[in-house]
């Protein structure tokens, strides 16, 4: 059984940084692609950024515009969002998530991922 689990979030006003971390348990995932996504209330969930099983290509939403990064320590079996210049618009809950096995490559629709963590939350004040 995976298990994903995100921590990191919490309360910091525009202009700040916060980093999320997902810790993988259950069986190991350190070559799988991985993905970050985000829910706000009453909006569809969005794909944040994404990373493949050889941390060779990392890619990203539109809004992103460089001031994410998103990272893996395989050793640590944890995925990491480094998210700086936050803006009130980032508020939302962000959620860690893992494709199956023989997909390599990270992906933006989030049909294509088979586990999920229960989320953490963001929240960005003006």
């Known amino acids: 059984q995976v298990q994903l689990a995100e921590s990191g979030g919490g309360l910091v006003q525009a202009g700040g940084s916060l980093r999320l971390s997902c810790v993988q348990s259950?069986?190991?995932?350190?070559?799988?692609?991985m993905g970050w996504f985000r829910q706000a209330p009453g909006k569809e969930r969005e794909f944040v950024a994404g990373?493949?099983?050889?941390?060779?290509?990392?890619v990203y939403g539109d809004f992103v515009k460089g001031r994410f990064t998103i990272s893996r320590d395989g050793a640590k079996h944890t995925l990491y969002l480094q998210m700086d210049s936050l803006k009130p618009e980032d508020t939302a809950r962000y959620y860690c998530?893992?494709?199956?096995?023989?997909?390599?490559?990270?992906?933006?629709?989030?049909?294509?991922?088979?586990?999920w963590g229960q989320g953490t939350q963001v929240t960005v004040s003006a």
């Open positions: 259950g069986h190991p995932l350190s070559n799988n692609a």
């Open positions: 998530a893992a494709r199956d096995g023989y997909l390599r490559t990270s992906s933006r629709v989030a049909g294509s991922y088979a586990y």
């Open positions: 990373i493949d099983w050889s941390d060779t290509d990392r």
